[in-house]
């Protein structure tokens, strides 16, 4: 057998596997009592055992694993700041957005940060205030109204 073919039947095996592993957790997890404990199990090892299902299926096509196997590649391209400030300009964007969620709260320092964040870095208005928007959207929607989450009272609000 060639060496591509055996790579070929290891991905294979490999998938199968893990697609097993998962359905294990599935069963032990069905012996649970608590449901809400094992909802999570249940969510995301479905998924898992779905897409190892598909992964076997495409490996099992005719006509796969002849091309030549292609490796991976851990090698990051390099960073190269688009200003003199290079690290400075991270670090201040950081802090930045610290103090405004210190001083103005975190619902709203998180769609004013982006805002500016992509206003800085070329964003037009409309993209700007679309992503600002969404993020307004997302924090209100998910933290706010679906988790509750009481959020510490930024230094603003005493004054107020």
Same mark, same amino acid.
């Given at each position: ?16 596997v ?20 094992s ?26 694993g ?17 200003s003199?400030?290079?690290? =400075?300009?991270?670090w201040?964007?950081? &802090?930045?957005?610290? @103090?405004?969620?210190? !001083? ?5 320092? %998180? /769609? ?14 409309? =993209? ?5 928007? &969404?993020?307004?959207? @997302?924090?209100?929607? !998910? ?5 509750? %989450? /009481? ?10």
């Open positions: 057998m060639n060496r591509d073919r055996r790579l070929h039947y290891e991905g294979v095996l490999f998938t199968v893990i697609g097993l592993v998962l359905l294990w957790a599935l069963r032990v997890a069905d012996g649970w009592d608590e449901l809400r404990a909802i999570i199990v249940f969510l995301l090892g479905g998924i898992g055992v779905f897409l190892a299902a598909v992964q076997v299926l495409r490996d099992l096509r005719p006509g796969r002849t091309e030549e196997p292609e490796g991976i590649h851990f090698d990051a391209p390099a960073l190269r700041s688009g003199r400030w290079g690290n =400075l300009e991270v201040a964007w950081i &802090l930045g957005f610290y @103090f405004a969620i210190r !001083v103005i709260g975190f619902p709203t320092a %998180v /769609p004013l940060f982006v805002f500016g964040y992509a206003k800085a870095y070329g964003g037009g208005w409309f =993209l700007s205030c679309l992503l600002a928007a &969404l993020a307004w959207t @997302f924090i209100y929607g !998910v933290f706010e109204h679906i988790l509750h %989450v /009481p959020w510490p009272e930024p230094y603003l609000a005493g004054l107020f």
